[in-house]
């Protein structure tokens, strides 16, 4: 075999070219680690912090508005409200018509999942899971039909549960039936009718029944802490609403300023290394010259605080 000779300005003058596009290489991985939005996180030393979409509800809220403020508010993991979702799947707009509700109905149980999938992956693409759906599909009123669209639906956002407010012990057990051969969760909320013991029939129903806990709801309602229920039931919690509230019935305030132990909560999360999301739920009134996102944004250094 005949060898080829290199000069050495060959030499020289490729290992430049080499060392020159080693450079630019270096260059544009920089750059596009530098022009490459962060993805947004909210897991604080093992914790996973939330927010509920409802929380925006003074701000337009499309799918796309809600998915901007995650991002500002640095919030990876969110549980959705019904009406955005289904919106963007195409649901006939709300409106006063008495017929109004059997066309809903209709488009529930005749819906494709499409749009619930490019939901997902417009969150998922920007680093956001949507943990849990609430739709307004799973009360009395509504068929078994709609109720498994719910669930469905649900998946198709890649949801591990949806969230209703606890209804009758016959609808707790018609609900968890049906998420039982849907292979999905249902986590009941309550608000101030919250006691130690309200949840333990649904949750002999079903293991497909769990816990939707809002701790700023149960110490306005019990005017106690929540600390004892949460360690007694803390395998069917499924996630819970963070707010602070006032004993004895008392109104919602900025965190810290009511009787809620927020952080105490989060830190027996902290350490007892419980894993479902600790949900922001914006509920006290917006300070003027300020804005949802703004008051989600103190909530979240708030709770960043209390775990550190």
Known sequence: MEKKHVSRRQFIGAGMFAVAGMALAS??????????PRKPNSKINGVQIGVITYSFRSMPSTIEDILKYCIDCNINTIELMGDAAEAYAGAPPRDKE?????RLADWRTTVVMNKFIEIHD???NAGISIYAWK?????TKNSDAEITYAFEAGKALGCSHVTVELPDALQTQRLGDLAEKANMMVGYHAHTQATPTLWDLALDQSEHNGINLDIGHYVAGTSSSPIDFIKKNHRRILSMHLKDRKFNNGPNKPWGQGDTPIKEVLQLMKQEKYRWPATIEMEYDIPA??????EVKICREYARVALS
């Open 135 to 139: 739709p307004n599909a799973l009360g």
């Open 122 to 124: 417009m969150f998922d």
């Open 98 to 102: 008495p017929d109004y509700a059997a």
């Open 289 to 294: 010259g300020s804005d949802a996102v703004k």
């Open 27 to 36: 260059k544009g991985a920089f750059a596009n680690s530098v022009l490459a």
